[in-house]
């Protein structure tokens, strides 16, 4: 399902800012405005799927001619003084499986015992280290 969201970005002098109003603010940034553009999308997919894992309800975007950007500098404390408003739009189960969720393979090394031990237990090494991983990193 595509979701689509007006944003405010404002050119800067190393880039833009982008801002999406009716996110709470949510905000990110580029260089150019084709890397804030992607930054754009990837933000936009991030604050929904997270959204989506937490059950929290997501706000219904405003329509491109109920948001100022000038108004929404002032909000923020920046200057405006280039401004303007661009529909974002991600496929957030699409860009989720390509960049949140798919998996990478990784090669490691235990010893042939411990190895032996856990297959005559039925272990499954790839969630045990997931696991090990999230406790390690105090995640999920």
């Known amino acids: 399902m ?19 109003p009716d996110l709470n603010w949510l905000a990110t940034c580029g260089d150019t405005f084709e890397e804030a553009m992607e930054m754009a999308v990837d933000c ?3 604050y929904f799927y997270t959204s989506q894992m937490d059950h929290d309800a997501i706000p219904a975007p405003s329509k491109l001619t ?6 929404v500098a002032e909000e923020l404390e ?3 003084k280039e401004a303007f408003i661009s529909m974002v739009s991600v496929d957030v189960a699409s860009y989720a499986k390509e960049h949140f969720t ?3 393979k990784k090669t490691l090394t235990i010893p042939v ?3 032996n031990a856990a297959l005559e237990h039925g272990i499954y090494f790839s ?3 997931q696991d090990a991983l999230k406790a390690q990193l105090h995640i999920g």
């Open 78 to 80: 920046i200057n405006p």
């Open 2 to 20: 595509l979701s689509i969201y007006p944003a405010c970005f404002f050119k800067e002098a190393a880039g833009y800012s982008v801002i999406f």
């Open 113 to 115: 015992w411990l190895n």
């Open 66 to 71: 109920d948001i100022n950007p000038a108004n």
């Open 102 to 104: 798919k998996s990478v």
């Open 44 to 46: 936009l997919a991030g």
């Open 127 to 129: 969630q045990v280290l």
